[in-house]
């Protein structure tokens, strides 16, 4: 099975503050097909998660623009340009391209 | 307004069997694939299996082979899940999640005596 190690498990930020999650992959996310999918959600408290960005870096329809993915291959990571209290919650990075698929174990924003 | 409904929270008792529900709106059923996702408490989430509605066909997470059964019916665009012989290891929170675009709203099942 594909492993995905984020990193840091917590981070604390202030408002305003830019932060990035790193997400690695034990084995390259490219598909046969040229797609990479590899998927951002957020899990606020309390609630399900919910998908920020989908194919490493597109925004699904209705996220704020402060969120951007980036990477390729082994290596991605998710930005938050100003984070707000909104944003508090669990990132979970997880791969859509190899079964099963698999989740990394969470980064836990929390404000500082 | 893509939705999943959740059946409601299940207490269930160890060997027994659960089967909960995840009705669609919004969306045409048979477009897109139906995950199913397993949180278990202070965990993480993995992936259970996957069930495409217009051609039947499912796959599974191996370790969920044997565990878990996928079903929808097109007719009432709604997805199931049936989890057999249950142990307290399946104590979790449960999602169906329409090409993990969309979540429901989760079922928590507990098993005990």
């Known amino acids: 099975d594909v492993v995905l190690t984020q990193t840091p498990p917590t981070l604390s930020a202030t408002i305003g503050q830019s932060v990035s999650i790193s997400c690695r992959s034990s084995?390259?996310?490219?598909?046969?097909?040229?797609?990479?999918?590899l998927n951002w959600l957020l899990q606020r408290p309390g609630q399900s998660p919910q998908l920020l960005i989908y194919?490493?870096?597109n925004l699904e329809s209705g996220v704020p623009n402060r969120f951007s993915g980036s990477g390729s291959e082994t290596d991605f990571t998710l930005k938050i340009s100003g984070v707000e209290a909104e944003d508090l919650g669990v990132y979970y990075c997880?791969?859509?391209?190899?079964?099963?698929?698999?989740f990394g174990a969470g980064t836990k924003l929390e404000l500082k | 307004e893509v939705k999943l409904q959740q059946s409601g929270d299940e207490l269930v008792r160890p060997g027994a069997s659960v089967k909960m529900s995840c009705k669609a709106s919004g969306y045409t059923f048979t477009d897109y694939a139906m995950h199913w996702v397993k949180q278990s408490p202070g965990q993480g989430l993995e992936w259970i299996g996957t069930?495409?509605?217009?051609?039947?066909?499912?796959s599974y997470n191996q370790k969920f082979k044997g565990k878990a059964t996928l079903t929808a019916d097109k007719s009432s665009n709604t997805a199931y899940m049936e989890l057999s012989r249950l142990t307290s290891e399946d104590s979790a929170v449960y999602y169906c999640a329409w090409s993990f675009d969309y979540w429901g709203q989760g079922v928590m099942v507990t098993v005990s005596s």
């Open positions: 997880m791969q859509a391209t190899h079964a099963p698929y698999t």
């Open positions: 069930i495409i509605p217009l051609i039947d066909t499912t």
């Open positions: 194919s490493v870096s």
């Open positions: 084995q390259s996310l490219l598909d046969s097909d040229g797609d990479t999918y």
